[in-house]
């Protein structure tokens, strides 16, 4: 079993062709400008989105966490939940949500083979991403092997923060890595909670190995270096097949709020 | 000018004309009567018209297809409108006409026709209040245009004299000879006009027709147009293998040129729901002339941009590529024409459902809304309505409309989901055993009325056989009828079953006061249905259950073919603005639609309701299978930027959903367009879009077509 933050089908932007994409829950880095901060805890969590709520209490009266409170307002104790979901299934407003579920990994390809018709047209594929989806190694394994049993066209997207041995093992059953740099040497750990050595490490190792790897930068203007710091990054890198440019958008800082953690203000 | 004196004279002498024949050989007082119905029929051109042909609607006529009549027809009101402009003495000669006329019109012979069978379940006329309604026309039809541009006027008039010669129905032939006499009659009075005002192109081309057979494109697109508008055909069939023995020779500008003259009077005929131009497809006898002419036709339909005509683009794996490609960049250029059909899924579809060979059912035509014919060899005219989530609700509320609370079917206990859907079964089937039979008399009647000699004489067999179109003449004579509300009924079954027989979150009663109470006090229950699995997410439990629908009401047509003797009886899932037309007299439903909320539009999900992209939309379309019917509509919204930035991957989406969707109607729209135009319509005077089986100008439609478009999921690449 893995757990799953969301499939996405009908993924235009995450490698070649029209792709479904997997994003897995759990990430070891801590990027400030985090796009998706709900992928970051590996287990699945609440969401409660303060503007749709009625202030019915119904969540409070089925939650065995005591989790809900109403002494002026709605107020959520997102350390005590455990993610049950019963509160979701009577929230009359759609006001909260679990980010993440467990799912089989043949529960999860069969999904992503209703949409073969449209890989074959398209040259696409499979991807998973996350979160980091080298956190569950074993899953993330078992899922590229079902795919490539499929012959379905493999892409993993990563941040790179894995031991080397685990990017070796991946090399048969990955067709495409999409890379992740997200900040020059003297920010990274800064900015990402980690410093970068191994990540340009096991990059490569990959390109040395001759994986094919399409490298990705988040774009978070006058925080993580310049286009030029990244250019002359990826330029040690010839085997690169593509360079890949992300720009930042601040959906994240609603997400962060409504899952109850911090959104640090970094620019 | 047409004064109202004009019309009255026109009125009076035309039904005097049909009493004077009342007793006259069919062929010959049908005759007659176009003579003088022509005579009144046809206007001046305007100034840019290239084409002779345009005409007015005459209060009574004879013609195949009316908008609410078939045949010899009378519309009351116009009558009313006209004797209420001219003088006394008129004013009673036509009153008194029209009291003889009334019961003598084709309409009212067909229902004075009518069993109990019919008359006790369905009124006459329809008003779309009760779970199925009746409707009048011979209309789908496809004449042998290439026939009518190789032989011309003489040369037909050759192959009947001929025919005729060996013996057989006298004044079948002699009836049709004088019908050609009467359409080069026309083509010289045309003529006559175009040179008094120095129309010199239009004039020689009406002269020439009247004479020989076209000798050109623009002879060829003129004899096409005063036929269709004389013999009422409203859908034109395969222009570009028609025209292709004409474009030799002739440049790319000046065929644009044509066809666009050509286009401007099927718009200035305004029958949004026809006009079909067919191009591209299999069994075309010129393919790669008919190519380039197609691809023009492609290129002038963008730069006319209107919502006429309906150009479909028929396709097949190894037809010249260039073909789709350009209807990509119609597409991209947010022009909605050509709409797509795939041959090499309909072709298959269309041998099973019509039962026959592969080599006839390459000839299928989709015709009106989305209809299927084979082209000058079947009649297939949809002359009934049924709706499918009126039945529902009538079956659940013991045979009654809620809204109205009249019982319209018989009550039928159940007991369990079993018991329920088999009730609801059998009040399909008992109105389309009503609406087949009357299909079948409709026919009868207007056989037993007319030859519909312009029709006879270019389809296949009918000549040959001596024998007019519905008196043995036409080869496969089938008939259609229009399936409504399939979706939302199957959306309702699905949250039916879950709700109250699987899990037992409410009861029967408690579901039937949450509808008849439009939710109001029901808000929870209303929450836990919408919850429930919907069409178009490529959710199994849901896709099952539309499977299991369409296949019920596919099935219960079939069952009437034999009955009634027709070659084939079909449902077509085609809808036009009916969806909204009808979801304004039908109550709230278990899907959590609210009362008088528009319905899903043909086979389309409901609105909003398709969540997991445009794959997913796309497979659950692909689940209904369409060999059981005669044509389906799939309306799809894109947003300009998807088609521009990511072309390749929107072609790809296309062409994996063709493997085995059949067709498409694809709306490219620049997101939040139509939400301001709602606002602003004054910024978008030119904004067409698919309403379903027709396309109009978004800003003149109706306000609850409107909310119902705006509804439908845009799909773009952020999803």
Partial sequence: ?267 | MFTAKDHADYIISFINTYREHENAPRGERELACLRVFASAFFLPFDDEDIFAGRYRELAVGFTPQEHEYNGYYMYDKKVEAVAAEVDAETREKLREAADWFRDRTTVAKTIAAYPEKITSLLPPMADYEDAASLLYRIGGTFPDYEKLVTLGIPGLKAEITARAAQGGDADFFGSMLGALDLLAEVALSCAEAARAAGKDEMAASCEGIAAHAPANMHEALQLITLFAHLSGNLDYGRLDDILAPFAYGVDDEEIIRLLIGFYRLIVFRGWIWDGRVVVGGRARKHEKTADRVALLAIEASRRYREVLPQLTLRFYDGQDPALLEKAFDNFADGYIYPMLYSDDVNIPAVEKSFGVDRETAEHYMPFGCGEYVLEHCSLGTPSGTINLLKVLEATLFDGRDIRRGKQILPKRGFHDFESLFTAYSANVDMLMEALALQEKIEYDVMGADAHLLYYSMLYDDCIERGKPLLSGGVRYLGGTMESYGNINTADSLTAIKSVVYDRKLATLDELKAALAADFKGYEDLRRVLLACPKYGNDDDEADAMAVRVHEQVCASANAQTEKVGLHTYKVVIINNSMNTTMGVLTGASADGRGACDPMANGNNPMGGRDKSGPTAMLNSLTKLDPSLHAGAVQNMKFTTEMFNKYREKTKALLAAYFKKGQQAMLNVLNKGDLEDALVHPEKYPDLIVRVGGFAARFVELDPDVQREIVSRTLYGNDN
């Fill in chain 1, 1 to 267: 079993m893995g757990t799953i933050i969301s499939i996405e089908r009908f993924s235009l932007n995450d490698g070649p062709g029209i792709r479904t994409t997997v994003f897995l829950k759990g990430c070891p880095l801590n990027c400030l400008w985090c796009h998706n901060p709900e992928s970051k805890k590996p287990r699945p969590q609440l969401s409660f989105n303060p503007d749709a709520c009625v202030g019915c209490g119904r969540c409070a009266e089925v939650c065995p966490c005591g989790v809900h409170s109403f002494a002026d307002e709605h107020k959520v104790d997102f350390a005590a939940c455990s993610a049950c979901g019963k509160c979701v299934g009577v929230c009359p407003a759609g006001a909260l949500k679990i980010y993440g579920y467990d799912a089989s990994a043949e529960e999860i390809m069969k999904t992503v083979l209703r949409d073969r018709a449209y890989y074959e047209t398209s040259g696409g594929g499979l991807t998973v991403s996350g979160g980091e989806p080298t956190m569950q190694f074993g899953f993330l394994k078992e899922l590229l092997t079902l795919a490539k049993r499929e012959g379905i066209h493999t892409a993993v997207e990563t941040c790179g923060f894995a031991p080397t041995e685990r990017f070796a093992e991946l090399l048969p059953l990955c067709d495409l890595f999409l890379y992740d740099h997200k900040a020059p040497a003297e920010l990274h750990e800064k900015l990402t909670g980690v410093p970068d050595e191994l990540i340009v490490k096991n990059l490569a190792f990959l390109l040395d190995s001759g994986a094919k790897v399409i490298l990705r930068c988040p774009v978070v203007d006058g925080v993580n270096g310049t286009n030029e710091r990244r250019r002359a990054f990826a330029a040690r890198f010839p085997k690169l097949l593509a360079v890949e440019e992300l720009p930042y958008h601040d959906l994240g800082r609603t997400k962060a709020k409504r899952i109850g953690v911090d959104y640090p203000d970094f620019k």
